[in-house]
């Protein structure tokens, strides 16, 4: 499982920017979490195709889609960057404002977030991450659960995500912050049906 970093202090985006290139993390509330080791090949191939499918329905339109790694940065208000404590690297991100994005990433809560979960991060993915995407405001996240062929769907409304939706891996899912977007889950699926490690 992914774990906070050990340090007792706090973090934010000024002091995460000074790290090693070579090292990924992600800061949530300031706390300091290990992104290594990469993920699995079969996690990538399931990211790689539902970002293919949402990058062809996208194209001549205003949003686009990007893939871990690449920082979002979610400011409580209008903090300045490097004063930022919470920056995350969803697999899957949606972007529908370009005034958001920047050479950095994104500063600001993308419209719709995929996660592929996997052992290490599934715990954080669904509860500090999940906090997080609520507060800044992202208006659909989504967990998707290789091992149990399963989606979650969480929708912001009024401010808060009420009561998850959870679907088979089957058929079609509509994205509701993209509309005519739909998923086809049997070409998401991969020969690797554990998702150990990932």
Request: charged share 30%; net charge negative; aromatic share 8%.
């Amino acid at each position: 499982m992914s774990q906070p970093a050990p340090e007792l202090d706090r973090f934010a985006y000024g002091d995460y920017r000074r790290w090693p290139d070579d090292q990924r993390w992600e800061l949530i509330g300031g706390e300091a979490y290990d992104m290594r080791p990469a993920p699995t090949r079969a996690h990538q191939e399931r990211v790689v195709e539902i970002a293919r499918q949402i990058g062809n329905f996208l194209l001549d339109r205003p949003c686009a889609v990007y893939v871990a790694p690449f920082d979002v940065r979610l400011p409580k208000a209008d903090e300045a960057d490097d004063e930022v404590d919470t920056v995350v690297q969803p697999d899957i991100a949606v972007v529908c404002d370009p005034n958001k994005l920047d050479d950095a990433g994104c500063r600001g809560a993308p419209d719709w977030i995929v996660e592929v979960l996997s052992p290490r991060t599934a715990a954080k993915d669904q509860g500090a991450k999940r906090d997080a995407y609520e507060r800044a405001g992202v208006r659909e996240y989504w967990f998707v659960h290789p091992t149990d062929r399963t989606l979650t769907i969480y929708r912001l409304a009024a401010g808060a995500y009420g009561r998850p939706e959870a679907l088979s891996l089957e058929g079609e899912t509509e994205v509701a912050a993209i509309d005519g977007l739909r998923i086809v889950w049997p070409a998401v699926q991969t020969d690797a049906g554990s998702l150990d490690g990932a």
